[in-house]
């Protein structure tokens, strides 16, 4: 149980365009989601705490406006990297927090390559 | 604020041997310590949780891990390292338990040679 997954699990994509990348809880219902990124030999930095039916909490120094995040459902939150630019390159994982257990489940990451 | 300090990006053991993974942490409040492993293109899981209570935590495939605080430390260890064990191991703290904000190590890449 509590199965997380993304997709999709690679995109290129050109500068300029936007990217959508959904998560999804397979078997459990998840109130919270987070986005993280993680950048080559570098740790995972949370960027955003994605609540169903409200807006989303951004960590300091990350653009709301440049990661929509979308957490219309109780199964389902949406990061949409808008005008990618090849800095915005790098691994996306999100996670879900299940009730029972108080704990994260990850996803399988996505990875996004912006030429 | 907390943070989280893996000692060692890469650590190489032989098959059989002990592995030794650190991980320092500070935080202003008890902690909340957790072990996850990263195997290539997957997700992260859980190898164990430090909350409250026993300072060796056992967990999943024979890990475990002693809180210290007097050490602000939270190493990680197997008795006997097995191929299936190379993968990214990354350390986090949390204030809050599991299911909230957790701050990540750099990560520590283990690999099993025979």
């Known amino acids: 149980g509590a199965v997380v997954s993304q ?3 690679r995109v290129i994509c050109k500068s300029g365009t936007s990217v959508k ?3 999804r809880s397979l078997d459990f219902q998840a109130t919270t989601m987070f986005w993280y990124r993680q950048f080559p030999k570098k740790s995972l930095m949370l960027m ?3 609540n169903e039916g409200s807006k ?3 960590e300091q120094g990350v653009e709301k406006d440049k ?3 979308n957490h219309a459902s109780l199964t389902l939150s949406t990061l949409t990297v808008t005008s990618a630019h090849p800095e915005d390159s790098s691994f996306y994982i999100c996670s879900a927090r299940a009730v029972t257990p108080n704990e994260q489940f990850f996803g399988p990451g996505t990875r996004l390559t912006v030429l | 604020a907390q943070s989280v300090t893996q000692l060692g ?3 190489s053991v032989s098959e059989g041997a002990l592995v030794l993974l650190r991980c320092n942490y500070s935080s202003s409040v008890p902690p909340y310590l957790f072990w996850y492993v990263q195997y290539p293109n997957q997700g992260l899981q859980l190898l164990l949780k430090y909350t409250t209570g026993a300072t060796l935590v056992k ?3 024979g890990f475990e891990a002693e809180f210290k605080k007097s050490e602000t430390s939270f190493h990680l260890t197997k008795p006997s390292a097995h191929m299936s064990d190379a993968a990214e191991y990354f350390c986090a703290v949390s204030d809050t338990g599991g299911g909230n904000k957790l701050t990540f190590g750099t990560g520590t890449q283990l690999k099993v040679e025979l």
Request: charged letters at 5%; aromatic letters at 10%.
């Open chain 1, 21 to 23: 990348i959904e998560c």
């Open chain 1, 67 to 69: 990661f929509l995040i």
């Open chain 2, 59 to 61: 967990g999943i495939n």
């Open chain 1, 56 to 58: 989303a909490t951004y």
């Open chain 2, 9 to 11: 990006s890469h650590v």
């Open chain 1, 7 to 9: 997709h999709p699990s």
């Open chain 1, 48 to 50: 955003a705490t994605s």
